[in-house]
């Protein structure tokens, strides 16, 4: 099976008969409405307006479709959502030593001016929100926002629908950028359930390399509240560029999270992924990378950590259309009281993609009798000379491993503490930034719920 390349913009409303297939879903049409209700102008309006009409002729998905079959959003359409704004000028969050002048935030999808801190940064990279840029800068971000594959989809097009800024990394090329850029997601839940959907694009032109924390959170001791994040990030990588993503989200525990992010790869570039899921009473993560030239590195980390009755869905997939691509997948999952874990992870290699070297595995932990995971590693190959590697694993704690640390003076819950702590560290400690490690580990640590069945 192969997969196009070419970039596939919303399609133009004109290029879709929509006269009998409008407004198919009562519930979508009714976001739809709350996200479309500030209009903007120009370029940004028409794009928003191609969107809408894609949503409009579109449906939720339910689990009768093989995508979503585990992932039942029936919970989701129980709520009615509204979007809300304010000024939140004394919101607490993680600030990381290192970005601690390239830092962009955003409360409920609004820039944040008065919490974001850019400076020092150098000359040849734009770090801003969309609507802070030049008319040269915007120009330049047409040519990518919106334009990735799988625009499409209908929480993809929900987003794009509703655009009114986004966050824009733009490095110019041969730029190298040593110090980190912190995007922070804040959502502030309200008296009424509320709706937001950050935006993020990411541009590295030839040669260049930008590293990039992308985090989605709540407010700092806000426990309870629910809202919707319907988050969507582009990132493009020119020849011979270098991205390295770390994407956390610690959403609230009564929050719905819905994220996507799709890579394009040019020749000889390198982009790695580390994703981190904690948080949402239900999350779901696409991940869709797409190889548009030779000699592509890809390198996916991922680690879900849930309990209570969470349900986190991964859904990965790995386009290698041209020769002499690599791809490593490790994805990793925690899953312990009655939460539902689910991995899906496609990797195609069409006949053209010869002398590919694609591996994928899946490790998943089971705390509870009543934790659930469902696994689906995946290789689709008309190649025929490839090295491709695919495998899940689904295991508990092992009593003999317990019992020996506590024959060590260990008790029970700090023995499996530290087991747990072990089988994550191996995908936190890639994170290229050293506080964010520790951030997260702690946060591990303090998840006292998973040491106990």
């Not at 502030?188 to 924390?213: D, K």
Request: hydrophobic share 40%; net charge negative; charged share 20%.
């Amino acid at each position: 099976m192969s997969i196009q390349i070419s970039p596939s913009p919303i399609p133009n409303s004109n290029a879709v008969s929509l006269t009998s297939m409008l407004d198919r879903d009562d519930y979508l049409t009714g976001l739809l409405n709350q996200v479309t209700a500030i209009k903007t102008e120009g370029w940004l309006q028409e794009l928003r307006q191609s969107a809408a009409n894609w949503v409009r002729h579109s449906t939720i998905p339910t689990t009768r479709e093989e995508e979503w079959r585990f992932t039942d959003l029936s919970s989701l359409r129980k709520v009615q959502f509204n979007v809300k704004t304010g000024n939140y000028a004394s919101l607490e969050f993680d600030i990381l030593p290192e970005a601690a002048n390239s830092r962009l935030v955003f409360v409920n999808g609004v820039f944040a001016p008065e919490l974001s801190a850019v400076s020092d940064l150098p000359s040849g990279i734009v770090v801003s929100n969309l609507a802070g840029l030049s008319v040269v800068e915007q120009q330049a971000v047409q040519q990518y926002l919106a334009q990735a594959e799988g625009a499409q989809e209908v929480f993809t097009a929900l987003n794009t629908a509703g655009i009114t800024d986004a966050a824009v990394v733009y490095v110019k090329k041969n730029v190298v950028v040593e110090t980190p850029i912190h995007l922070v997601f804040i959502s502030v839940a309200g008296e009424t359930a509320t709706i937001s959907q950050p935006r993020c694009l990411v541009v590295a032109e030839g040669g260049s390399q930008v590293t990039l924390v992308e985090e989605y959170t709540n407010r700092r001791g806000a426990e309870k509240g629910v809202y919707l994040t319907n988050a969507v990030t582009e990132v493009w990588l020119g020849d011979n560029a270098e991205v390295s993503h770390t994407r956390i989200e610690r959403e609230g525990a009564e929050a719905f999270h819905i994220g996507k992010t799709a890579i394009a790869q040019a020749r000889d570039s390198r982009y790695t992924c580390h994703a981190i899921t904690l948080g949402a009473k239900l999350s779901r993560h696409n991940l869709e990378i797409l190889q548009t030239g030779e000699q592509t590195q890809t390198t996916l980390n991922g680690l879900t950590i849930i309990s209570g009755k969470q349900l986190s869905d991964t859904h990965s997939a790995i386009a290698l259309n041209y020769p002499h691509g690599t791809s490593d997948q490790l994805h990793k999952c925690i899953v312990g009281d009655r939460a539902h874990a689910v991995f899906n992870g496609k990797v195609f290699v069409p006949k053209l993609a010869q002398l590919t070297n694609a591996t994928q595995l899946n490790r998943n932990l089971l705390l509870s009798s009543k934790a659930r995971v469902d696994t689906k590693p995946q290789l689709e190959i008309t190649a025929d000379n490839v090295k491709c590697a695919h495998g899940a694993t689904v295991s508990q704690l092992e009593d003999d491993e317990i019992f020996y640390l506590q024959s060590r003076g260990i008790d029970e819950n700090d023995a499996r503490k530290l087991l747990i702590n072990a089988f994550a560290a191996e995908v936190i400690n890639k994170i290229p930034v050293l506080s964010l490690q520790e951030i997260l580990l702690n946060t591990v640590n303090n998840l006292k719920s998973l040491t106990n069945e």
